[in-house]
């Protein structure tokens, strides 16, 4: 009696297990729930975690705040747009933008030191995606997302957009800068 | 209204074949390989626009072609597909009539025309907005009402075949409790229901933004809502082929589940907890716990995992099983050297299993570990990933069948038999290139969905390192080589099922069944044949190896991902 036929006795149920499946089906479990605890684990123990931190709001309230950094911590301006780069203190709360089609301002930030990143988007989903160390974050609109972020090392580093956000979602990419302390 | 209770005796399995039923699933069959067919061609084009050296279509039209790419592939392919395995595996397999065929008929138009409609929106070329259709990023409102149409056309089918479970119950067709395959398939049509509810909790208030009578869609909860749609239907996609699996153990090799308790356990854990999973799609989103994500994204504690784990063990086991029976004996495998590699049905189903569970099951995993996403997260990645679960395993597996249901219900020969025979191994072979080169090139960073990586033009411009490009070259060539097995696929299919030579049965016996009972069942109720249930041996030696082989790869692999992890800048 196949498997495209009823079970061969209709008390299919006490049939006993075979032990090679029984034995599979520990082991299996047992890594199954090694791979459970694995993420509380690293939740103590491991430095790459996400936090629980969000917000709801608007983005007038956001660019606001952003606006107050840009203001008082720019360094420079790059490109013909004169994206404004930004370096603000260590440990400082930094915001980001995200909007179509672009990042703004470009931050500059010490390897080290520990910042707030503060993430949304004004209109609709972007990507953060930071390269070449490759994390990942969604950004949404009107949900102001704060992550701890410690740069390790000095180097340019590129911000693409990876969630498609429409016909020019390619071009959306900026720079941020990781300097040594002096 | 007489009720049509016609059916013939397939000379190949023995089988009794409901007339309408049949019709059923030839309609639902040509309507997949013609959805199939655009879709493959939209899928040549995506390959040669994200190869950089080619860079065939211009941003608008690439992201046009790439929404209808995902939609026709898996939406429309594998739905039609899957309702015409849902009325084989109940009305052929229980030899009953298929319950309200008029309705199933109706269901077929309604899916029929949600595809059209869809199609004609994202062709218009205002509603390019991917497979996912995130709001606030709006479509074209007829966009949201094909996939409407669509749905309802499915859930009428879903209710068309547990109908015929009641019928083949009430008129007693067959003894105790319905065929694994068919419990499998029970377990996708269940989890298609859930499916098709989140799909209307989301489609429907979108459909109604989109025509201005609702005012904001928070796209957090768009997420939360569609991926319960979006994820659960490749749920239903597992189920299918995993039923598939254990059907084509079936007719190639005669074998039985190794024990029927374990494996219909299997698919009940599939049932409660493949749900959760629209968790994993948002590991990196602001506004949900860690505890949320970790309970949810682990299908609580890695269950659906294990029942996945378990098919992968017990469906190659029972084909062990039956070839050690045949005298198969020799080693560990020479069961599995001995199979019959050149028949599609098997070859195929093989590789679909293969794929499936050490491409697919393992990235799927990784990626679905809340930290481990940080590094994967909408990267080139995770379209590697589901390469390998939804095409490898599930159209491959859909295509294996395939050749088996030319013959059985078509009653056609298999035209071209060498292309057939070498088509699942040229399909497996670029789908693999394709699944391991993205899923390296998202590794590097690369971004799916992207148009250019080179950023030309862009004074801002990210450099990827050379090998991400080598890969993406790499994983072209495997997509354009999948398309020629896609194509040679579609050769054999389309030329037997319309100019193939009809097989002649001798007897051919059409038989008709008054009205109230369909046929008795043939068999007799106490089987002579020998179970291998409960035998205190070890069974299939060779399988166990197997299952350590890639248990030993998951390992090592979910490890090297940590390590990677740890070197990233630390977040909290």
């Not at chain 2, 968790?279 to 949320?292: E, I, K, R």
């Amino acid at each position: 009696m196949s498997a495209i036929q009823p079970p061969e006795h209709r008390i299919w149920w006490k049939e006993p297990i075979e032990p090679i499946e029984i034995t599979w089906i520990v082991i299996a479990f047992v890594w199954c729930i090694f791979m459970f605890l694995m993420m509380p684990y690293w939740h103590v123990f491991g430095k790459q975690n996400l936090a629980n931190e969000a917000y709801r709001t608007t983005p007038e309230v956001y660019t606001a705040k952003a606006q107050a950094m840009v203001d008082k911590f720019t360094i420079r301006e790059e490109t013909d747009q004169k994206i404004p780069v930004v370096k603000p203190p260590a440990g400082s709360d930094v915001y980001l933008i995200a909007r179509l089609w672009q990042w703004w301002p470009m931050l500059e930030l010490e390897a080290g030191q520990t910042y707030r990143l503060h993430l949304m988007s004004m209109d609709w989903l972007h990507g953060f995606s930071l390269q070449p160390e490759n994390i990942n974050i969604q950004v949404h609109p009107g949900y102001e997302h704060i992550l701890t972020v410690q740069p390790t090392k000095a180097g340019t580093f590129s911000i693409i957009c990876n969630e498609y956000c429409g016909i020019n979602h390619h071009t959306m990419v900026s720079r941020l800068y990781v300097v040594d302390k002096k | 209204m007489a009720i049509n209770r016609m059916f013939r005796t397939c000379p190949m399995t023995g089988l009794k074949v409901h007339e309408p039923a049949e019709a059923l699933i030839k309609a639902n069959a040509v309507a997949a390989v013609i959805f199939l067919l655009v879709g493959g061609i939209l899928a040549l084009m995506v390959t040669l626009t994200r190869w950089q050296v080619i860079h065939l279509l211009p941003p608008d039209w690439f992201y046009l072609v790439l929404t209808g790419h995902g939609l026709n592939m898996l939406v429309f392919w594998i739905i039609f597909f899957e309702i015409a395995v849902l009325y084989f595996a109940s009305s052929i397999l229980l030899g009953c009539r298929l319950a309200a065929p008029r309705v199933a008929w109706a269901a077929f138009g309604l899916m029929v025309m949600g595809g059209v409609i869809n199609n004609y929106a994202v062709f218009r070329g205002d509603s390019s907005v991917m497979f996912t259709s995130y709001a606030p990023m709006g479509a074209h409102p007829t966009f949201y009402l094909g996939l409407i149409l669509f749905a309802v056309g499915a859930l009428v089918a879903c209710f068309v075949f547990f109908g015929t479970l009641v019928v083949g119950k009430e008129e007693k067709t067959f003894n105790g409790s319905i065929p694994l395959v068919t419990f499998g398939a029970v377990t996708a049509a269940i989890i298609a229901v859930f499916t098709i509810a989140s799909g209307a909790i989301i489609l429907i208030p979108t459909f109604l933004w989109s025509v201005g009578l609702v005012d904001h869609i928070d796209s957090l909860m768009y997420r939360t809502v569609w991926w319960a749609f979006g994820h659960s239907s490749q749920q239903i996609n597992v189920a299918a082929h995993i039923s598939i699996w254990y059907a084509i153990a079936a007719i190639v090799f005669g074998a039985k589940a190794m024990s029927e308790r374990v494996s219909r356990t299997a698919f009940l854990l599939y049932i409660l907890f493949l749900q959760l999973a629209s968790a994993h799609h948002l590991l990196v989103d602001p506004g949900l716990t860690s505890n949320w994500k970790i309970f949810n994204t682990s299908y609580a504690m890695y269950l659906a995992v294990l029942a996945s784990m378990v098919h992968g063990l017990t469906v190659p086991g029972a084909i062990e099983i039956a070839q050690r029976k045949r005298g198969f004996t020799k080693g560990l495998f020479e069961w599995l050297r001995k199979a019959p590699w050149s028949n599609p049905v098997f070859s195929g189903m093989f590789m679909s299993l293969l794929g499936f569970g050490f491409l697919g099951g393992i990235s799927g995993v990784i990626m679905g570990t809340e930290q481990l996403n940080i590094i994967i997260h909408n990267t080139i990645y995770v379209p590697g990933h589901f390469h390998a679960t939804v095409v490898l395993g599930t159209t491959l597996a859909f295509m294996a069948i395939t050749y088996f249901v030319i013959p059985a219900i078509f009653r056609r020969e298999l035209s071209f038999p060498r292309m057939a025979q070498w088509q699942p191994y040229v399909f497996a072979l670029g789908m693999t290139f394709l699944s391991l080169f993205m899923m390296g090139a998202g590794t590097l960073g690369v971004p799916r969905r992207h148009w250019d990586i080179t950023f030309a033009g862009n004074p801002l411009a990210h450099e990827f390192p050379g090998t991400a490009h080598l890969m993406m070259a790499l994983a072209a060539i495997g997509g354009i080589l999948a398309v020629v097995g896609g194509t040679m696929y579609l050769l054999v299919v389309v030329h037997s099922v319309f100019l193939g030579k009809r097989i002649e049965t001798p007897g051919f016996q059409r038989v008709r069944v008054v009205d109230g009972y369909a046929p008795r069942p043939t068999r007799p109720a106490a089987a002579a044949l020998q179970g291998h249930g409960g035998t205190a041996s070890w069974s299939a030696p060779g399988t166990f190896v197997l299952a350590m082989v890639f248990l030993t790869s998951f390992v090592l692999y979910y490890f090297i991902n940590w390590k990677y992890l740890s070197t990233v800048w630390p977040l909290k």
